[in-house]
């Protein structure tokens, strides 16, 4: 096994996993969907509550009662850990993601930490000669089981090395020559130590069943299982099929969360812990109603050009939506900022970012903003940070696009590299997890070829 080239898979599926926004489709949704979620106690789920005998509008009204339209972290962990990976191994999406199990620091003294075949011991030593060197020793003991053996990655912000634990005893990696940066890094966050919780083979079924979230036959039925299974959701069946909301059901400002089954829209689901994939808003431009969003090249293509921040007017955006299979939610502002929305001030604002680019540049932050707290299972805070600095180095381009410019804007200066940004951090003193849980301020602008573009549009608006 060409253990190079297994990290560049694995790079490369999470980068499209956790990176794509806007992508396949699938069929046979309703359109309008007005809900109630809440948790049934007896079953232990999530359930969507569904009044098909009301009147369109009196179920629309509900939407202002409606419970929190968010899963909380813990419950979501707690479901996708009950699909036991060492039971389980290659038939679960996003489980090619290593699991932190913990950092060793110089100084630190036996730091233990256990899988299901092993109990652990780590140090790491530094020789502090002209060229210095690190040298990590794990100690494995405990065997659980003959056939028993564990994949480890090693990694800070420099290196990445896989492990491979088949006895008891100790194991040492060396890291040479090592700078004054990475030196610095080892003092602050330590060497990482990762499980790969299904071992190397079986990683790379998790990493071809990840792909197939995107790339391969999905269908509603794979979708609903999955939100069940790794989110406790439940989605009851419907009878009622399209409705077209009349114009005087809809005003300037209400917003109209999408969602479908498709791997993208799932993936932005489980990324969140939410239960909608896409935002859009009703907006009055010129005296018509229109429905305004940012949007992205699809595979097929089940949304016409152009793409980027796009409006259309309300019935033809109806339309697009049912030939699109969309699932939408209205959600209408409540009196308090209602009473605040300025309608001349939006259509301005709309007529300005018209044709700016899909909002690439901010996306993860839907998903990381909370650090650790928000984080998809099993992706941690710790392996984001790797990852970060290993595609800043592979693909410059891309950790610009998609965090770069917002991670330097939550410092408040102009680093183009993960270096810069590591040696900003050590220099203030704040930690990787604080710095990407600082919130998103809506006047950063994100640039593309020199084009200055403003993000997060829907929140904007309501702000």
């Not at 003294?109 to 794990?138: M, W």
């Not at 097929?300 to 969309?326: S, T």
């Not at 929305?341 to 899909?358: H, P, Q, R, S, T």
Request: with cysteine.
């Amino acid at each position: 096994l060409n253990k190079m080239k297994l990290t560049l898979v694995l790079l490369l599926a999470f980068v499209i996993a956790f990176c794509h926004s806007e992508l396949l489709l699938e069929k046979n949704h309703h359109l309008s969907h007005v809900y109630n979620l809440y948790k049934d106690e007896v079953k232990n789920e999530y359930v969507y509550e569904l009044k098909p005998e009301m009147d369109v509008r009196d179920r629309i009204k509900l939407i202002e009662s409606r419970r929190e339209d968010h899963i909380p972290l813990e419950e979501r962990k707690e479901f996708f850990l009950k699909k036991d990976p060492k039971n389980d191994a290659g038939e679960g999406g996003f489980q090619m993601i290593p699991s932190f199990k913990t950092a060793v620091r110089p100084g630190m003294v036996d730091v233990e930490f256990t899988t299901n075949c092993y109990s652990y011991n780590a140090t790491i030593t530094i020789d502090s000669n002209r060229n210095p060197n690190a040298v990590l020793t794990i100690t494995s003991g405990n065997k659980k089981g003959f056939e028993c053996i564990d994949e480890l990655l090693i990694a800070d912000q420099e290196h990445l090395y896989f492990m491979t634990v088949t006895k008891n005893g100790d194991h040492q990696l060396t890291f040479q020559n090592i700078g004054e940066l990475e030196l610095t890094d080892l003092a602050v966050n330590g060497m990482n130590i990762f499980l790969f919780q299904d071992g190397i083979k079986g990683t790379i079924v998790d990493i071809i069943d990840t792909l197939g979230l995107f790339y391969g036959n999905w269908t509603d039925e794979i979708g609903l299982e999955f939100v069940k299974d790794y989110m406790n959701i439940t989605y009851e069946p419907r009878n009622e099929g399209y409705i077209q909301l009349p114009f005087s059901d809809l005003r300037s400002g209400d917003y109209l969360a999408t969602q479908r089954f498709d791997g993208s829209e799932v993936m932005i689901q489980y990324g969140t812990g939410a239960t909608s994939g896409h935002s859009t808003i009703v907006v009055e431009l010129n005296n018509t109603l229109h429905v305004c969003e940012s949007t992205g090249k699809n595979t097929p293509d089940y949304w016409p050009a152009p793409y980027g921040i796009i409006c259309h007017e309300y019935n033809e955006w109806m339309q697009l939506a049912q030939n699109a299979n969309y699932m939408v939610t209205v959600m209408r502002l409540n009196d308090e900022l209602r009473a605040k929305w300025d309608n001349a001030k939006v259509e301005e604002f709309i007529y300005k970012e018209l044709g700016n680019n899909y909002g690439f540049w901010n996306f993860l932050f839907g998903w990381i903003d909370a650090g650790q707290g928000n984080m998809p299972y099993p992706l941690s805070t710790e392996f984001f940070a790797v990852l970060a600095s290993l595609l800043d180095r592979i693909n410059p381009e891309m950790a610009d696009r998609f965090y770069l410019q917002a991670l330097s804007h939550r410092l408040g200066n102009t680093c183009n590299t993960m270096d810069c940004i590591w040696e900003t951090l050590y220099k203030t003193g704040m930690s990787f997890d604080q710095l990407i849980n600082i919130p998103e301020n809506d006047k950063w602008l994100y640039s593309n070829n020199g084009l200055f573009l403003q993000r997060s549009m829907v929140c904007l608006l309501i702000n």
